[in-house]
C-alpha cells in the first residue's frame, strides 16, 4: 500500500468558512487507486453537523443588501481558472490515481474545467440588472438578477473536476456561496483544487465549502435545510428521482443531470472513417464511463458489415492499463460491480443472440481482483437486450443494424433518458429530420463531441433538468426580481 504524497493534499478533510477541518469524530474514509486495488488516503467522513456549520458559513458569506460587484465575481472566476490552470498536471495526476482515466485525459479534464469559469467570467454582464424598454402601467420596470442564496452541489466520480467547475463557475457567477460535496470514489481531486484555491485565489470566507463523507448524512441536511434553496446534482436519473422527492417539502429549485442511453446512428451515406473516429473517441473517453458516450450503436443496413469489420479491427488494437502508464487508452473501471454490471450485460447480449466480434468471452474474465474490462464489441443485438434499456457505462459497444430513417428515430427514442445522441450523415435534410424528431439534449451531427462550457447542455425526459454551461448555465443560480417603480 502506498499513500499518495503532494503538495495539494497536506489537509485531506473538509473545507468550511476558509478552514480546513477534520470529522467531528475523526472519521474517515478509504480512498483507492482502481488500477491497482491500494488505498492511497483516508479522507475526512464528515456528516450532518459539519453540513450544518458549512451551511452557515455560506450564510456569513451571502450578501444581498449590499451585493457582490460583477467586477468582484468576474475576479473571483479568473482566480479560480487561474489556480486551476497552474495546478492542472498535478490535479491531473491526483484525478488520474483515484479514478484510473489515462494521465492525458486526466489533465485534460482540469483544463476543460478551467474552462467554464472563463467562459463565466467573458459572460458575467449577461447579469446586469437592466430596465425594460417598455413602461407598463406607466411605472418603469427594472429586473435584477439576485443569488438563489447558499446552494448545494452534489458531484460523481466520473468527473472529479469537469463536474463540478459547471456548477459552481455559475454559482460564484451569481453570487451563490456553495457547500460542495464530491462523491467517496474521488475526493481527492476536489482536495487538490480547494487547495489551489485557498493558496491562490482570494475568496470570501465561506464562499466555498467542501464535506466529504457519506451521501445519506450530508444530503439529508442539504435537502431538509430551510437556507439551502437550490440543490444541483449530477448523476443517476434514480438518485435524482430521490432528491426530487426528499426536497418537495421545501420546493426548492432544482438542477439534475442524470442518465444518459446515448444512441449513436450511422447512416448509409456517412463518411464511415469519420463516423468511426469520433464514435472511438466518444465511447471509451474515461473507459466508457461518462453518461454522454455511446450506449447503443445503430448502423444501417448498407454499410453495417463493413463498419462492423472497421470498428472490430480498432476495438481489438485498444491498449488497456494503468493510466499512469504510458500508451494506456483506456484504465480500469471504478470498482468491481462495474465490471459486473458490463460483464453481465454481455453475457446477457450473448445469450440473446448477440455475436461476439472483438473482445473476449465473459466467462473468460477472472470472477474479482481485476477491474480492467478488456474493450468490447458485440454485432446483431436487438431491442430485447438489457444493454438497450439500461446504461453500461463500462468499454462495451452494442451494434444493431436499421434499414429506414423511421426505424431508427423510433429505436433511438425507445427510453426514458434523452441527454445525448449523435448522427452520422451527409444529407443535410436528413440530418435535420432526424435530429428534430430525437429526444435528446444534445445531439452531435458527424460529431461525437460532448459538452463545452460555451454551450448549454442538459437532459430531456428522465435525464433531468437545467443547463450547463453557455449563457444559459449562467441564470441557473439567479432568481430574477423585477421592480416596478413609479413616479414620486
Same mark, same amino acid.
Given at each position: ?88 498536471? @498535478? ?11 489515462? /494521465? ?22 449577461? /447579469? ?11 411605472? @418603469? ?135 468511426? @473516429? ?78 461476439? /466480434? ?59 433518458? &434523452? ?38 447542455? &442538459? ?19 439567479? @432568481? ?9
Amino acid at each position: 500500500m502506498a499513500l499518495i504524497e503532494s503538495p495539494l493534499l497536506q489537509h485531506l478533510e473538509g473545507y468550511i468558512g476558509g478552514q480546513w477541518v477534520p470529522a467531528d469524530d475523526g472519521s474517515t474514509f478509504a480512498v483507492d487507486n482502481p488500477a491497482t486495488g491500494d488505498t492511497i488516503a483516508h479522507v475526512a467522513a464528515m456528516g450532518a453537523a459539519e453540513t450544518e456549520r458549512a451551511i452557515a458559513a455560506g450564510q456569513s458569506a451571502l450578501r444581498l443588501q449590499e451585493p457582490y460587484s460583477i467586477e468582484t465575481r468576474r475576479g473571483w472566476l479568473e482566480a479560480v481558472r487561474d489556480a486551476l490552470l497552474a495546478e492542472q498536471d @498535478e490535479i491531473g495526476r491526483i484525478l488520474c490515481l483515484e479514478h484510473g482515466k489515462p /494521465l492525458g485525459e486526466a489533465v485534460g479534464e482540469v483544463t476543460y474545467a478551467a474552462g467554464f469559469f472563463d467562459y463565466c467570467a467573458k459572460y458575467m454582464d449577461e /447579469l446586469k440588472s437592466h430596465v425594460i424598454p417598455e413602461r407598463p402601467k406607466g411605472l @418603469e420596470w427594472t429586473v435584477h438578477y439576485r443569488p438563489v442564496g447558499v446552494v448545494g452541489l452534489i458531484t460523481p466520480w466520473n468527473f472529479p473536476i469537469g463536474m463540478i467547475a459547471k456548477k459552481l463557475a455559475a454559482a460564484l457567477a451569481a453570487g451563490c456561496p456553495s457547500v460542495i460535496k464530491p462523491a467517496s470514489e474521488t475526493p481527492l481531486t476536489m482536495i487538490a483544487a480547494f487547495q489551489a484555491l485557498h493558496d491562490r485565489a482570494d475568496l470570501p470566507a465561506g464562499m466555498v465549502n467542501l464535506v466529504s463523507g457519506p451521501p445519506a448524512p450530508i444530503g439529508d441536511v442539504l435537502c431538509d435545510h430551510p437556507e439551502v434553496p437550490m440543490l444541483s446534482f449530477t448523476g443517476s436519473t434514480g438518485v435524482g428521482q430521490h432528491l426530487i422527492r426528499a426536497t418537495a417539502h421545501r420546493v426548492k429549485k432544482l438542477s439534475l443531470e442524470l442518465g444518459g442511453n446515448a444512441p449513436f446512428i450511422v447512416f448509409d451515406d456517412a463518411d464511415l472513417d469519420a463516423a468511426l @473516429e469520433n464514435l472511438m473517441a466518444n465511447k471509451f473517453r474515461g473507459g466508457g464511463q461518462t453518461c454522454v458516450c455511446t450506449n447503443r450503436l445503430y448502423v444501417q443496413s448498407g454499410v453495417a458489415d463493413t463498419f462492423a469489420a472497421m470498428l472490430a479491427k480498432k476495438v481489438s488494437a485498444l491498449k488497456v492499463g494503468d493510466g499512469m502508464a504510458e500508451g494506456t487508452e483506456i484504465g480500469p473501471l471504478i470498482s468491481q460491480a462495474g465490471f459486473d454490471k458490463v460483464r453481465r450485460h454481455v453475457q446477457d447480449a450473448l445469450a440473446k443472440g448477440g455475436e461476439l /466480434l472483438a473482445g473476449p468471452e465473459p466467462k473468460e474474465l477472472p470472477a474479482s481482483g481485476s477491474r480492467f474490462y478488456p474493450p468490447t464489441l458485440v454485432g446483431k443485438v436487438t431491442p430485447d437486450m438489457v444493454c438497450c434499456h439500461e446504461e453500461t457505462f463500462g468499454p462495451f459497444i452494442p451494434m444493431a443494424v436499421f434499414h429506414s430513417e423511421e426505424e431508427v428515430i423510433a429505436r433511438g427514442n425507445d427510453t426514458e433518458f &434523452g441527454l445525448a445522441a449523435y448522427v452520422f450523415t451527409r444529407d443535410e435534410q436528413r440530418a435535420a429530420r432526424t435530429i428534430g424528431a430525437l429526444r435528446f439534449g444534445h445531439v452531435g451531427w458527424n460529431s461525437g463531441s460532448g459538452p463545452t462550457p460555451e454551450a448549454p447542455f &442538459g437532459g430531456m425526459k428522465s435525464s433531468g433538468v437545467g443547463r450547463e454551461g453557455g449563457v444559459e448555465g449562467l441564470f441557473e443560480f439567479i @432568481e430574477a426580481q423585477t421592480v416596478p417603480r413609479g413616479d414620486q
